[in-house]
């Protein structure tokens, strides 16, 4: 039996193929209009998300490892020079026509220099080209936000207003945000974007913050040095960090595919809080990867991120050890419910009727401009799908079977699932953009970096979070 489930847990090998081309696809589809509506866009999407599918599907399945490590070398190296071709060739971010481009090209040049002795993992000087290759990104990340100080966005002005409410000693949650798009408000269904009532002026939403404190306080690295910003680019230089940490047999590719993503730049300039979520994924996955008792506790920090990680919780049942018993699932699950209180509560105690109603607020209005497969159905039948509000949560159900019955028990299993479950849940919504995709992107990239990790550790009876175990 120990043998059997030491088996299905390093079985994972046929995924990698799937799983860089589900990293590679989600992308590019994200790519092509900023994750917006486009049908190439939906095409890359669907062929994303059937590759997920097949990554978690093949998770637990015995195969020759040496064929299906050549299929994803192979698919990862064509997916990092396609990623660079578009980088090379397509601005990285938005608004950047009058800006000059000699530094960004100089410093992707020397990123994509150091992207071939990461990848093929030359042991000699390698701390010294990983140090490089990182320094790169971030001086490619540096310089998009010195182009484009204060992008006309809601999420850089809302968080930036929130934390100078929170540092003059007022909630942040009992504010009202300012509204940037008072001049375009109504949208096709006559609602505007948020769904939430506005001033009779137009000028203020009437809602507090509408992300979760994680979100704030991680944000609010970066706004006690002047640029909220600063902490996306940590963010993304740690989620490198943490899936190189990872040390499996694709771990160097997976860090190389995330960060190589066409549309990574455009997260940092526009400080798409997802960049936060995705890390905390990573780190969950890394430390899951390293057996570390920590591992429920960064998983219940990523689960309340933001609003939809809940729908990651069910998947930390792949985090721990089979079989499950009373006992294995308190060790890992009242941690993680201990962490996430521990981040949530001081906000809620302070003002729990503002930080409910910031926070979960319903009745946002179909998106006809969002990249989601309901929008390529209403693009061709004028209208959106009957019941369009309750489809996302519906196509969730099949993904948990699927993740539950097939996917390997280990951070690598997790890390695949939640790709999948992240984008279902969006390709079947109202509305989804780059921010929603490119997470998908990262946990994926994370997936990948924890495969063939689950062969090295002790058999599954040991701790939460044990590479055999999970």
């Not at 526009?270 to 890394?286: E, I, K, M, P």
Request: hydrophobic share 55%.
């Amino acid at each position: 039996m120990t043998q059997a489930l030491r088996d299905r847990s390093v079985a994972g090998t046929w995924a990698a193929p799937f799983a860089v081309a589900g990293v590679v696809f989600v992308g590019r589809a994200v790519q092509i209009k900023s994750g917006n509506y486009d049908p190439a866009a939906v095409a890359f999407l669907v062929v994303g998300l059937a590759a997920l599918v097949l990554a978690v599907a093949a998770s637990s399945r015995v195969v020759v490892s040496g064929r299906a490590a050549a299929a994803a070398t192979g698919l990862g190296v064509t997916g990092l020079v396609y990623q660079f071709y578009q980088l090379t060739t397509e601005p990285p971010g938005w608004d950047l026509h009058t800006q000059p481009m000699g530094t960004y090209l100089a410093a992707l040049t020397a990123f994509e220099v150091l992207t071939v002795p990461l990848v093929l993992r030359l042991p000699a000087l390698r701390w010294a080209y990983t140090a490089g290759w990182l320094a790169a990104f971030a001086v490619l990340a540096v310089w998009i936000v010195r182009v484009t100080p204060d992008p006309f966005i809601d999420v850089y002005t809302w968080t930036k207003y929130s934390l100078d409410v929170l540092a003059d000693g007022r909630n942040p949650y009992a504010a009202w945000m300012p509204n940037l798009y008072a001049d375009d408000i109504r949208h096709r269904d006559g609602g505007n974007i948020y769904g939430r009532p506005v001033t009779p002026d137009g000028q203020w939403i009437q809602s507090g913050y509408v992300y979760p404190p994680v979100l704030l306080v991680a944000a609010g690295a970066g706004y006690v040095t002047g640029e909220i910003r600063w902490a996306h680019v940590a963010m993304f230089v740690a989620s490198g960090l943490a899936l190189l940490g990872c040390r499996g047999r694709f771990a160097a590719l997976a860090a190389a595919l995330l960060l190589t993503s066409p549309r990574v730049f455009l997260m940092v300039q526009q400080s798409l809080t997802d960049t936060f979520c995705l890390g905390l994924v990573a780190v969950t996955v890394y430390l899951a990867s390293r057996s570390s008792r920590l591992t429920p506790w960064a998983f219940g920090v990523a689960v309340v991120s933001k609003q939809y990680m809940i729908f990651l919780i069910p998947l930390g049942l792949l985090l721990v050890p089979p079989p499950w018993d009373r006992r294995k699932l308190a060790a890992f699950f009242v941690p993680a419910a201990v962490a996430a209180a521990a981040v949530n509560l001081p906000w809620f105690l302070w003002d729990p009727r503002a930080i409910l109603g910031s926070l979960m607020a319903s009745g946002l209005p179909f998106r006809y401009e969002s990249l989601t497969l309901l929008s390529a159905y209403a693009a061709a039948a004028g209208t959106p799908p009957p019941l369009s509000q309750w489809l996302q949560f519906a196509m969730l159900v099949p993904v948990y079977a699927l993740a539950w019955a097939r996917a390997a028990r280990g951070p690598a299993g997790f890390a695949l699932s939640a790709a999948l479950v992240v984008v279902v849940f969006f390709a079947f919504s109202r509305h989804a953009f780059c921010n929603h995709y490119f997470l998908v992107v990262g946990c994926a990239a994370a997936g990948l970096a924890a495969l063939n990790r689950e062969a090295d550790g002790p058999p599954p009876d040991g701790p939460p979070g044990s590479p055999a175990a999970g």
